[in-house]
């Protein structure tokens, strides 16, 4: 008779370093939950929102990655009802975020380049200026109490409200809060006024 698959939920243990203080352990579990559970289910999610130029398995095997050292390093905390695989889904949506960022740049500057010479002293000053604009937003923000700061760091990086306050465990209602007095206090600053 073959002996049952563990349940997700022991496999994940056996990815912690605090539950699992046995390296080569810990890397085998990781080879089978990617393999039973994990690769398949992150790599959909990848397909279904992937809408840049870097290739799915790219992104896939970056999320895995980023998965991993976070795991290792102590920063993944179980939560009850939560999947494993959201997490990493989750690192994976970040992962395509930069990837649409890292994409815009290049557009951006193969914009500049294909510009008739006459205008291209203009365009280098546009996106010198934009720069700085993106430069001085960064010190303001750094100016921002903690909280006020990861919320507005998160909500210009592309999130919605909900998904940052599941970031951040926070009320949806606080994050609005937050990202309001956040924005007035950018505007007083004179970044976006």
């Known amino acids: 008779m073959m002996a049952q698959p563990e349940s997700d939920e022991a496999l994940v ?65 179980h939560r009850a009802g939560i999947p494993f695989t959201a997490y990493v889904k989750g690192i994976a949506r970040n992962k395509i975020r930069e990837a649409r960022r890292r994409q815009r740049r290049w557009e951006t500057l193969d914009d500049i380049i294909s510009t008739p010479t006459d205008s291209l002293p203009r365009q280098l000053e546009i996106a010198f200026e934009s720069s700085e604009q993106r430069r001085a937003l960064w010190q303001s923000l750094s100016r921002l109490p903690p909280q006020r700061r990861q919320v507005l760091e998160c909500y210009l990086g592309g999130e919605s409200l909900s998904e940052i306050a599941v970031r951040l465990e926070m009320t949806e209602e606080l994050v609005r809060q937050h990202k309001h007095r956040g924005l007035r206090r950018l505007q007083q600053m004179s970044i976006f006024g």
């Open 13 to 77: 243990e056996r990815l912690l370093p605090s539950a699992n203080p046995d390296p080569e352990d810990r890397a085998r579990a990781w080879a089978e939950w990617h393999a039973r559970v994990g690769g398949a289910a992150v790599l959909k999610f990848i397909r279904t929102k992937n809408s840049t130029a870097e290739p799915d398995e790219d992104i896939l095997q970056d999320a895995m990655m980023t998965a991993y050292v976070e795991v290792e390093r102590g920063r993944y905390e």
